[in-house]
């Protein structure tokens, strides 16, 4: 009797005291609260991090779709830039620095200003035969800078601007002053003396190119080159004049443009029409078929910087851009290309940026516009007053403007402009670009020239990342959902223990190595042997199949030797010789089937084959990504309860009707959000992408061919570009539609597993 008693004491002894459940209840709140607001915080740190890139992203992309803004600061009248009466301004300079502005007039006098003040710098005069008055002006392209005035006794005086850089006590001292880069004196371009109503010149790989058009409607083209003798620094100064096949009949010149390459020549008419002449050969020169402006009267034409397209204004307020297009048959023609937002008046001026594919408008009301070739963008539209815009000048760094109206008032403007060749079009749409026959997706966004017109289209780069994602995608999925379904469901535990710690550990290999080795092993190994590739994804299937089927076959006393789980280890040898003989026979296979190459045979038969190519990515990315897709499928396979298939297979089923019927269904879930997993990894690899592709970004979807990605084309150029550059945010723009690409997937990936998981619930 006294063991009870002994055994209710210890029991009454171990039992808590109120006073200890007190104190225990408040350690469970305690530890439930620090955990409820420790998972809640964490959390709102996850969102709060997100929310953080893509204020960060957002905030380097905003400035890219900004307009333009310009503000006037300050104007002079005609006395503060010591201006005689009617003597009006031809044209306007403005230097890089911002600070001295050029004014050139039809006397000849040239003014140079300083911005900030408007005083006075320097005075000069231009060479002028006595008698001869002033009858036209051209200058070249901005980058050139060469100005011509044409004279009235069929002379030209051609000067350039000159900006020296000195820093005396430490501060920038801008000296401006006059180049002749003919010589000091006007040169004789009309023989005959008739003024020069419509001039034209252009600094060229051939010399420097003058063009005009007489009083008597003659076309002239001069040649011209300044020689210099090494020994003695004498220059001397060789000229050819040609005379080209005249106008139409009855047409008259209003302007006259030559462009850098020294082939072509375009005069636009007073009939709307622009005229192209074929210049490469002056002596031989051909009049092209003309093409007609039909949005109104041409009032201005002007070259852009390179001289690859034309900016033509009219009398209706129209401002179109019309390109030199190659044919078939190599031969150029003018081309439409673009309409922008017309001006409320008449176009009175058009200024080219310097070193971009922009200019400005300026028209017979006081309106300004600032537009953008390349993505086709009217950055702005403004009214700078009632009077009609005569001139118009632009510094080359795009910061500052002068503008001259009807009064002879100039206008110093501030101007905000940084951003101007990015569009929705220019980035998803096809852009024509100059030197192209028709419009197309590029990502070209650097080159060797100061003219190179950038070229940023994300559809190359989003197509190369589908594309690099989707083959990975093809190799990876059959292979690590099935094998996770063998492993989880037919493999015995202990070969389960060895083969899946094996492929998770697979993706701990860094991915740079993967790259290493596709770009230089595996992409050239495959190059070679293009016939053992095909052998193997042909016959490997099949020799799986007949080993099957061939075991099947076997007696059940040998077949019972093989512990149930294991069959798996049966196909390792059948695996290995079929690969080892396919890559055998391929040489042989080319020879009997390929003429010796099978890579020249897709060549001869139009299929573009480069070494690094999709196939090779797809394969080394696949393989990357083949652990994640393998660890989670099979995970979920093996969590299926055990009830489930006990209960299928006790009901008759068989152990591959119970997979198809209810391991898969109930395991679907988690498969598909192992696929999707997959995918987000594929699309957001860099390194392997970088390495093995060769960075192509072209628009198709041949295995055969590289690509670029969005991920490798940030690695490749982010840390080239200049910091808040153009270029520098639409990095962080790729950056962005690479993360929402991500984010849109894997929330649908999400939506779409709740309704599966859902659906199959019940079982």
């Not at 480069?610 to 979920?636: K, T």
Request: glycine share 8%; aromatic share 10%; hydrophobic share 45%.
């Amino acid at each position: 009797m006294s063991e009870p008693t002994v055994s209710v004491r210890q029991t009454t002894s171990l039992m808590p005291t109120a006073e200890q459940r007190t104190r225990l209840r408040r350690i469970r709140k305690l530890k439930d609260a620090t955990s409820r607001y420790g998972v809640m915080t964490a959390g709102m740190a996850v969102v709060f991090s997100l929310g953080l890139i893509f204020f960060y992203l957002f905030s380097e992309v905003a400035p890219l779709f900004r307009g333009a803004s310009v503000e006037v600061v300050k104007t002079y009248d005609q006395a503060e830039l010591h201006q005689i009466e009617n003597d009006n301004t031809e044209f306007l300079t403005l230097e890089r620095y911002e600070e001295i502005g050029g004014s050139f007039k039809r006397s000849g006098a040239v003014n140079f200003f300083n911005v900030n003040d408007g005083k006075t710098i320097l005075e000069a005069q231009l060479p002028k035969s006595e008698g001869a008055e002033f009858a036209s002006l051209a200058t070249s392209t901005a980058d050139h800078g060469l100005i011509a005035y044409g004279y009235s006794n069929g002379e030209v005086a051609v000067i350039k601007t000159n900006y020296s850089l000195s820093y005396p006590n430490d501060k920038r001292l801008i000296t401006p002053s006059l180049l002749n880069p003919l010589g000091e004196t006007p040169i004789r371009l009309d023989e005959q003396g008739a003024a020069l109503k419509v001039l034209a010149i252009q600094e060229t790989s051939a010399g420097t190119l003058i063009g005009t058009v007489t009083a008597d409607n003659r076309l002239l083209l001069g040649v011209f080159s300044n020689n210099t003798n090494m020994i003695t620094g004498e220059s001397t100064l060789s000229q050819e004049i040609f005379t080209l096949p005249p106008l139409p009949a009855g047409a008259n010149a209003i302007a006259m443009q030559i462009d850098e390459t020294a082939q072509h020549l375009v005069v636009a008419t007073d009939n709307s029409q622009m005229l192209l002449y074929k210049i490469i050969n002056p002596a031989a020169a051909e009049r092209k078929e003309a093409v007609t402006v039909n949005s109104g009267k041409i009032t201005v034409m002007q070259f852009l910087v390179g001289t690859g397209s034309l900016v033509v204004g009219t009398d209706k307020g129209t401002v179109s851009q019309w390109f030199l297009v190659r044919d078939a048959s190599n031969e150029y023609h003018v081309e439409f290309v673009r309409d922008f937002d017309l001006l409320p008046g008449a176009i009175t001026t058009v200024t080219p940026e310097f070193a971009r594919r922009g200019f400005w408008a300026g028209d017979d009301k006081g309106n300004i516009g600032i537009y953008f070739g390349t993505s086709d963008r009217t950055l702005l539209i403004k009214s700078m007053g009632e009077q009609p815009i005569r001139n118009l000048a632009v510094s080359p760094i795009n910061n500052r403007a002068l503008l001259i109206d009807a009064d002879k008032k100039v206008a110093v403007a501030d101007v905000w402009n940084k951003h101007p060749e990015v569009s929705f079009s220019s980035l998803w749409e096809k852009v024509w670009y100059e030197g192209r026959e028709a419009p197309e997706y590029i990502w070209q966004a650097s080159s060797g020239s100061d003219n190179f017109e950038a070229k940023m289209s994300f559809v190359p780069l989003s197509l190369g990342t589908l594309k690099a994602a989707f083959f990975a995608i093809l190799f990876a999925v059959p292979l690590g959902v099935m094998g996770a379904i063998y492993t989880a469901y037919f493999m015995t535990p202990k070969l389960r223990g060895m083969v899946k710690p094996t492929i998770e550990i697979m993706a701990a290999l860094p991915t740079v190595i993967l790259g290493f080795l596709a770009g230089l092993w595996l992409a050239p190994f495959i190059e070679n042997h293009l016939p053992a590739l095909f052998s193997i994804l042909i016959l490997l299937p099949i020799v799986m199949l007949v080993t099957g089927f061939i075991w099947s076959r076997f007696p059940e006393s040998i077949r019972s030797r093989m512990p149930e789980g294991w069959e798996a280890v049966i196909l390792v040898v059948p695996i290995i010789i079929t690969v080892w003989i396919c890559v055998a026979m391929s040489p042989f296979a080319e020879i009997w089937f390929f003429e010796g190459s099978m890579r020249q045979w897709f060549t001869d038969n139009g299929i573009s084959y480069d070494q690094r190519n999709a196939l090779v990515v797809g394969i080394v990315m696949g393989f990357a990504v083949i652990p994640s897709i393998f660890s989670i499928a099979e995970d979920a396979v093996f969590s299926v309860p055990r009830h489930l298939t006990q209960g299928s297979l006790a009901l008759g089923a068989t152990r591959w009707q119970t997979m198809v019927g209810v391991v898969l269904p109930t395991a679907s879930p988690g498969i598909f959000s192992a696929v999707m997993m997959g995918f987000g990894r594929a699309v957001g690899e860099t390194m392997i992408v970088l390495m093995a592709t060769g960075n192509s970004p072209v628009v198709n979807f041949n295995i055969f061919e590289g690509m670029r990605t969005l991920s490798a084309n940030i690695a490749v150029e982010l840390p080239e570009t200049a910091v808040a550059s153009t270029h520098f945010r639409v990095l962080f723009l790729a950056a962005l539609v690479l993360l929402a690409l991500t984010f849109v997937v894997n929330t649908l990936a999400e939506i779409i597993r709740q309704r599966l998981r859902k659906r199959y619930s019940n079982l």
